[in-house]
Each structure stands twice: as C-alpha cells, then as structure tokens.
C-alpha cells in the first residue's frame, strides 16, 4: 500500500487539475485585456473619446485593481496546480489537515481549511 498523502482519488485530482487550468485559462485571457486597459492614460482625445480624462483615469485605477486581483488568483492557481504535482493538493496549509471537499469544490485553489480559514 502506497502512503496516504492528501486522501484525494485520483479521479478527484484530475477533476481539480481541469478545473484549475480552465480557470487559469481564462482568466490569461482576460489579463490580456486588463493589461490594455490598465496602460497609461492617453491623454489624445480622439483615443479617450467621450471620456474625459477623470474619467478614463478613474478607469485605468479600476482595471489597474482587476489586474492584480487577476495576477493574484492565477498565482493561487498555479500554486494548487504545484500542490497537485506534489501530491500534497486538499491540504490545508497551515495545519496540514484535509481541506473539506465541498470546500474544495466551492474553490479549488482554496489553501485552508474551514477553521483555518476562518482564523486568518
Ligand atoms: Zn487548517
């Protein structure tokens, strides 16, 4: 018998690794075009159209905040993806027992257990 390490099926592991790809797919799309967004404002009216230049600015800080919500999942993304590989996915980081797996299905780049997660 092989030790028991994070008590996920394989079947569950693939599943979470899916789920996890096709987010991290996703969301490279879309920091694509919060990156364009987020540039610098052009203060060319032409290119700002109606938009004043508050407003475009304002804008820009709002795709500016997507964007690191955005690099901060996919680094939550990856992080799980790793944990996958190193078979230590569903546990919980900071007291290394399972994570529940309604938890996991909620989110599955989630770090902490219910209790931990709470704590923090
Ligand atoms: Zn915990």
Known sequence: MKPKMSGRSPSDLDTARQRLLQERQRLEQAMIEERVAAAPVQL????????????AMQQQA?????LARTER?????DAA???ISAGAYGLCCEC???????RLAADPAVVFCSECGRRR
Do not use: F, H, K, Y
Not at 44 to 55: A, F, H, I, P, W
């Open 73 to 77: 999942r996919l680094r939550m993304l």
């Open 96 to 102: 290394g027992n399972e994570i529940e797996p309604e």
């Open 62 to 66: 709002m795709a500016q905040s997507m």
């Open 81 to 83: 993806l790793a944990r």
């Open 44 to 55: 060319d009216q032409s290119s700002v159209g109606r938009l004043t230049r508050m407003d």
